[in-house]
Nanobody
Framework: QVQLVESGGGLVQAGGSLRLSCAASGRTFSGYSMGWFRQAPGKEREFVAT????????YYANSVKGRFFISRDNAKNTVYLQMFSLKPEDTAVYYC?????????????????WGQGTQVTVSS
């Protein structure tokens, strides 16, 4: 079965950086997209970034454009989210998901598998 395992979260000061990883297994992902979403306490899950496994095309939410960068390592079946210039409002649990829907998939209902999430906390 499909498994997605996130890692790399933690506590960082505002202005700092973190890199999240999402290790995927259980299917061939070449025809799929991988996405990062986040959910802050009391808020809905929101789209952050997505990447196509095959082409490497990327798409970002406006709130993170220019600060966050998504990439993938096909050999390792791993997707990364490099986060720079972190702000307190980036604090959330970050989830990765896989989607076979149209590009770009920016709604959570377009994703069929999710990881367990990794906590990112940015202190001011």
């Amino acid at each position: 079965q499909v498994q997605l395992v996130e890692s790399g979260g933690g506590l960082v000061q505002a202005g700092g950086s973190l890199r999240l990883s999402c290790a995927a297994s259980g299917r061939t992902f070449s025809g799929y997209s991988m996405g990062w979403f986040r959910q802050a306490p009391g808020k809905e899950r929101e789209f952050v970034a997505t990447i196509r496994w095959s082409s490497g095309n990327e798409y970002y939410a406006n709130s993170v454009k220019g600060r966050f960068f998504i990439s993938r390592d096909n050999a390792k079946n791993t997707v990364y989210l490099q986060m720079f210039s972190l702000k307190p409002e980036d604090t959330a649990v970050y989830y990765c998901g896989t989607s076979d829907r149209s590009w770009p998939a920016v709604d959570e209902y377009e994703y069929d598998y999710w990881g367990q999430g990794t906590q990112v906390t940015v202190s001011s």
